[in-house]
């Protein structure tokens, strides 16, 4: 099993900043990519960043010099810094990592786990 736990989403004003955090654990052999999703309300999930096992990152038009992701492959984290928000930033945030899971045969499975989502709201 691989779970991602996502935490710092919250309500905030237009042009303040908040930090995304998401940890990964359970029987992990190692991480390739791992990124941030987002769904607003009647739209479909979209990309928001995402980040190499490496550090090369690649961030949605929408969001480019106002997001910074980062992570730390010691601790299996991936982080987002969302600065200057906007109201348009407002959904639900998930985590996302491509990770290799160990199984009990001793052989691993390439997978896709997601986090559970944390709200971002931001207000005019």
């Known amino acids: 099993q691989v779970q991602l736990v996502e935490s710092g989403g919250g309500l905030v004003q237009a042009g303040g900043s908040l930090r995304l955090s998401c940890a990964a654990s359970?029987?992990?052999?190692?991480?390739?990519?791992m990124g941030w999703y987002r769904q607003a309300p009647g739209e479909q999930r979209e990309l928001v960043a995402s980040?190499?096992?490496?550090?090369?990152?690649n961030y949605a038009d929408s969001v480019k010099g106002r997001f910074t992701i980062s992570r730390d492959n010691a601790n299996k984290s991936v982080y987002l810094q969302m600065n200057n928000l906007k109201p348009e930033d407002t959904a639900v945030y998930y985590c996302?990592?491509?990770?290799?899971?160990?199984?009990?045969?001793?052989?691993?499975?390439?997978?896709?786990?997601w986090g559970q989502g944390t709200l971002v709201t931001v207000s005019s």
């Open positions: 359970g029987s992990i052999f190692a991480i390739n990519d």
């Open positions: 996302n990592a491509k990770v290799f899971e160990k199984l009990g045969s001793g052989n691993t499975r390439y997978r896709e786990a």
């Open positions: 980040i190499t096992r490496g550090g090369t990152s």
